[in-house]
Structures are given as structure tokens and as C-alpha cells.
């Protein structure tokens, strides 16, 4: 998958989360996107069995859709840790990092971050 698709299905967890239902219209307003862009990117999520839209235009993940969400949100979070324990690391600049690396991070590096992370929790 893209990085525009994996941005558009961790905004769409995102969204979920914090207000219960997502419409493109708040997909758009969230990611600064024309409408017209996002439902593009929704009927290609939609052709995929990502997400799943409704009679009012309520946007729903599939179960693929929503592991594949989690994974990328996961990294995200892991990642964007990470990078604030760095001394000098403002967290906005972490966050906006993370975003970019989690596209582009190979599994066993990300495995070693999340070993990091999770281990000096301890």
C-alpha cells in the first residue's frame, strides 16, 4: 500500500476514535485535502476492502482495513516516542517525523525501536 492510503486509513482509526463517526467531509477537513481528492482515495480504499461506506456516508474500516490501520498508527506512536527521547527533540517535530519515517521504516528496524521503547519503560 501507498503512503496516501496508509495516511488515509490512520486518519479514518483517528477520527473513530475521537468522535465516533467519520464522514470524507472530515477526513478532508483533517488532512487539508479537497473533497473531491478524498473520495477518490475512499473508492479506492472501498475497490481494496479497506473501508466500507454506508447510505449516509459514514466510513467504516473492514477488519483488513482496520489491522492494517492499527499497524501504521502503532508505528506511528512508537516511532514519534522514540524520537522525543532524543535530547532537543521538540514533540510537534517528532509527531510530524513520524508521520513521514512510519511509510518508510523497514519491519526489523521498527521491531528494534519498539523493543527500545517498550523496553526502558521498565
Not at 23 to 44: F, N, T, W
Not at 83 to 95: D, N, S
Not at 99 to 118: D, L, N, P, Y
Amino acid at each position: 500500500m501507498k503512503e496516501s492510503g496508509e495516511n488515509y486509513l490512520e486518519t479514518i482509526l483517528v477520527l473513530k476514535q475521537r468522535q465516533g463517526a467519520v464522514r470524507s467531509v472530515d477526513i478532508a477537513q483533517e488532512l487539508s485535502y479537497s473533497k473531491p481528492s478524498v473520495s477518490r482515495a475512499m473508492g479506492i480504499l472501498r475497490s481494496a476492502g479497506l473501508i466500507e461506506t454506508d447510505k449516509n456516508g459514514f466510513i467504516t474500516l473492514t477488519e483488513e482495513g482496520k489491522a492494517k490501520a492499527e499497524a501504521i498508527y502503532e508505528r506511528h506512536r512508537i516511532i514519534a516516542e522514540f524520537l522525543m527521547r532524543v535530547p532537543g527533540v521538540e514533540k510537534e517535530q517528532a509527531v510530524l517525523d513520524a508521520c513521514r519515517i512510519e511509510h518508510v521504516i523497514s519491519a526489523g528496524v521498527f521491531e528494534k525501536i519498539r523493543s527500545f521503547v517498550k523496553g526502558s519503560k521498565n
